[in-house]
């Protein structure tokens, strides 16, 4: 049955479902009393939903309260063990798998090292599936009860019916990666648990917004600061944030020539891996063998010296140029956006930390119109370095709640996916 405004009875019953479990979820443990208000449904709705919910091993009791001359009112909470998430983060040093119950829990998780920074496509695609299959084992889930595996990549993700998402990579070397089709083939997991492949800082953004400094922000920018830099921005016409390529503004014509092949990019100044570039031209020197991780530590401790010592001059002088370069391109963000909040995350950010903060902020009001400046905070992400997994792991729960709750249903019958032709036409006969 269809009413007026075209909505089934079937779309209302979701609706009333999502409402119900994303105010359990964020807000609980709350009362079916408290439900009413928050969801804005009837006392009657709540009942129902309410009882589906629990029905379904969604929503468990979590003791009561007491009310006012009546009896104790039981409190509700999602059920942690209901559903799990796998959050992937294709990073610039490692490849990071993390297991998550439906709190977001973290229940196990996986590492696998990139080796002199390889982006080589069928070495990743193996990096993510052992991962997966490892958090699955360690835990002792049965990979049926996955909600999805959500993946955070650096590039631009475009999706299609024939191929799934597709990974354009500029500066990795990946150009048109059919990811969800190579990761299909060959994968253990059931065609049932879909993938949610996405720009990686778009997944830290969603995580940031959902859990982290971004709540109750409507306009806000989330950068991710690595060995290259990128950012979400998030604002009411796109909630669930939109990526973009930040890092490739042009900041100097005929300038250092930056990973993706440009002159004058943001990234060739401001990544960690085009910091340590100009220190080492200059004559840093590195730890041998170091990764990029542990090269900036030994920047940082050159630049700032704990025990009293002189600074490096060098060092000190690239990370301010570098604090200059990152908070002339904030004020890009904030001339455009106008956000109300800028978050910094990603390994090198948190890693350059409050010490870089107060200059990054000093020549983001510099360089931006005074009005926008006056309006916006710029902080440091609040979640850590697992962000991006977390943001990943976000990406199936949130279509979760869009299906009120509902699992994946089975791909439809019909003509073999693209990849299972393509493996097929392979295969010896």
Same mark, same amino acid.
């Not at 119900?20 to 006392?43: D, I, K």
């Not at 999602?78 to 709190?103: K, N």
């Not at 475009?158 to 060959?186: M, N, S, Y």
């Given at each position: 049955?269809?009413?007026?405004?075209?909505?089934?009875?079937r779309?209302?019953?979701?609706?009333?479902?999502?409402?119900?479990l994303?105010?359990?979820?964020?807000?609980?443990?709350?009362?079916?009393?408290?439900?009413?208000?928050?969801?804005?449904l009837?006392?009657?709705?709540? *009942?129902?939903?309410?009882?589906?919910?629990?029905a379904?091993?969604?929503?468990?009791?979590? &003791?009561?309260?007491?009310?006012?001359?009546?009896?104790?009112?039981?409190?509700l909470?999602?059920?942690?063990?209901?559903?799990?998430?796998?959050?992937?983060?294709?990073?610039?040093?490692?490849?990071?798998?993390?297991?998550?119950?439906?709190?977001l829990?973290?229940?196990?998780?996986?590492?696998?090292?990139?080796?002199?920074?390889?982006?080589?496509?069928?070495?990743?695609?193996?990096?993510?599936?052992?991962?997966?299959?490892?958090?699955?084992?360690? =835990?002792?889930?049965?990979?049926?009860?996955?909600?999805?595996?959500?993946?955070?990549?650096?590039?631009?993700?475009?999706? $299609?019916?024939?191929?799934?998402?597709?990974?354009?990579?500029?500066?990795? &070397?990946? %150009?048109?990666?059919?990811?969800?089709?190579?990761?299909?083939?060959? *994968?253990? #997991?059931?065609?049932?648990?879909?993938?949610?492949? %996405?720009?990686?800082?778009?997944?830290?953004?969603? /995580?940031?917004? @959902?859990?982290?400094?971004?709540?109750?922000?409507?306009?806000a920018?989330?950068?991710? +600061?690595? *060995?290259?830099?990128?950012?979400? #921005?998030?604002?009411?016409?796109?909630?669930?944030?939109?990526?973009?390529?930040?890092?490739?503004?042009?900041?100097?014509?005929?300038?250092?020539?930056? !990973?993706?092949?440009a002159?004058?990019?943001?990234?060739?100044? /401001?990544?960690?891996?085009? #910091?340590?570039?100009? @220190?080492?031209?200059?004559?840093?020197?590195?730890?041998?063998?170091?990764?990029?991780?542990?090269?900036?530590?030994?920047?940082?401790?050159?630049?700032?010296? =704990?025990?009293? /010592?002189?600074?490096?001059?060098?060092?000190?002088?690239?990370?301010?140029?570098?604090?200059?370069?990152?908070?002339?391109?904030?004020?890009?963000?904030?001339?455009? +956006?106008q956000?109300?909040?800028?978050?910094?995350? $990603?390994? =090198?950010?948190?890693?350059?930390?409050?010490?870089?903060?107060?200059?990054v902020? !000093?020549?983001?009001?510099?360089?931006?119109?005074?009005?926008?400046?006056?309006?916006?905070?710029?902080?440091?992400?609040?979640?850590?370095?697992d962000?991006?997994?977390?943001?990943?792991?976000?990406?199936?729960?949130a279509? +979760?709640?869009?299906?009120?709750g509902?699992?994946?249903?089975?791909?439809?019958?019909?003509?073999?996916p693209? @990849?299972?032709?393509?493996?097929?036409?392979?295969?010896?006969?």
């Amino acid at each position: 049955m269809t009413g007026r405004s075209g909505r089934t009875v079937r779309d209302l019953r979701r609706a009333n479902r999502t409402a119900v479990l994303q105010r359990l979820y964020f807000e609980g443990p709350l009362s079916r009393f408290e439900l009413g208000p928050a969801t804005g449904l009837s006392s009657g709705s709540v *009942s129902n939903v309410v009882a589906d919910l629990v029905a379904d091993g969604l929503v468990e009791e979590a &003791g009561s309260v007491d009310s006012d001359g009546g009896r104790p009112r039981t409190l509700l909470r999602v059920a942690p063990a209901s559903g799990h998430m796998i959050g992937v983060d294709i990073g610039e040093t490692r490849v990071r798998v993390e297991l998550f119950d439906l709190t977001l829990t973290e229940l196990a998780r996986a590492e696998r090292p990139l080796e002199q920074r390889r982006y080589e496509v069928a070495g990743i695609v193996g990096h993510v599936r052992d991962g997966v299959a490892e958090v699955l084992a360690a =835990a002792d889930l049965a990979p049926e009860r996955l909600l999805g595996v959500g993946i955070g990549v650096p590039g631009i993700v475009e999706r $299609g019916p024939e191929h799934g998402a597709v990974v354009h990579g500029q500066t990795i &070397g990946w %150009d048109a990666v059919p990811l969800e089709e190579l990761l299909r083939a060959g *994968s253990s #997991l059931p065609e049932s648990v879909p993938y949610f492949i %996405d720009n990686g800082a778009k997944t830290l953004g969603q /995580a940031e917004m @959902w859990f982290g400094g971004g709540r109750g922000a409507r306009n806000a920018c989330v950068v991710l +600061f690595g *060995s290259g830099v990128g950012a979400c #921005l998030v604002t009411p016409d796109v909630e669930n944030g939109r990526a973009v390529e930040w890092g490739h503004l042009t900041v100097r014509v005929r300038g250092r020539r930056c !990973r993706c092949g440009a002159l004058g990019c943001l990234e060739a100044y /401001a990544g960690a891996e085009a #910091l340590l570039d100009r @220190w080492r031209e200059e004559g840093g020197r590195l730890p041998r063998g170091a990764d990029e991780e542990t090269a900036l530590t030994a920047m940082l401790a050159a630049a700032y010296p =704990a025990d009293g /010592a002189a600074p490096d001059p060098v060092a000190l002088a690239v990370l301010e140029e570098t604090a200059e370069y990152l908070g002339a391109g904030l004020s890009d963000l904030i001339n455009l +956006f106008q956000p109300e909040r800028i978050l910094i995350g $990603g390994w =090198a950010g948190l890693q350059l930390g409050t010490r870089f903060l107060p200059a990054v902020r !000093r020549h983001a009001t510099a360089y931006a119109l005074r009005h926008p400046a006056e309006k916006v905070t710029v902080e440091l992400g609040r979640l850590g370095p697992d962000a991006v997994t977390v943001g990943a792991a976000i990406l199936p729960l949130a279509d +979760f709640f869009s299906r009120g709750g509902r699992r994946p249903e089975p791909l439809p019958s019909g003509p073999a996916p693209a @990849w299972r032709t393509a493996l097929e036409e392979r295969a010896p006969h």
